[in-house]
């Protein structure tokens, strides 16, 4: 019993002495505690205003500029959609004006989209990595498109990685097996049936529902006689 008393008592000893380390050291340096609490609060200020009090307007101000850059996208007008009308502002107005908003971000993907379809493939490429991609369908038709880009430009193996990337980067029944398709086409311009049968295989096993899998046994089909299996 006083063995345990005397450890209790060691064991409060040991506590007040480090209780009185830690106020001697907050006495000796309050003015350096002081200085960095300031700071991190005036930084957490500075960061919810800059939020709410800039971002937040220059976001519904982008927002109302893209409406007709979109509309011109959908219906076709690509060179409208990125340079405006004289009215409203193109995308690539919006991503110079409001790039670090959610819209400006948007109008990146928009850009790179538009001119793929206008075939300049290196302006497409540039916009759509700079595209950070929140909606995870989109950030994976984005990297298909970077790997359509790549293609375009005979880049084979970029184009590759692009598309096996756009097939990981979200499982569904439209992205996945739609880039693992072009990723086993690519693979089969390169001689590398194998590689491309496991593709092929993949589809038909897990990705039943998808468009890709009404055709898929004429692809395997090929590989595998290239291979020599059939």
Known sequence: MAKKKAKAEENILAVEEALSKTELFIEKHQKIIYIIVGAVVVAALIFF????????????????????????FDNDSLQLALNGDGNYLGFLSIIDEYGMTKTGNLAKYYAGISYL???????????LQRFRGQDVMVSSVALGAIGDAYLQLGQTQEALHYYLKAADDHNDDFTTPLFLMKAGL?????????????LYERIKKDYRKSFEYRTIDKYIGRAKGYLGME
């Open 49 to 72: 205003g800059y939020k709410k009090l800039y971002l937040a307007p220059r976001e519904k101000e982008a927002q109302s500029q893209m409406f007709m850059a979109e509309k011109y």
């Open 117 to 127: 379809h206008l075939g300049d493939y290196d302006k497409a490429i540039d916009y």
């Open 186 to 198: 690519v693979y089969e311009s390169l001689g590398d049936y194998h590689s491309a049968l496991q």
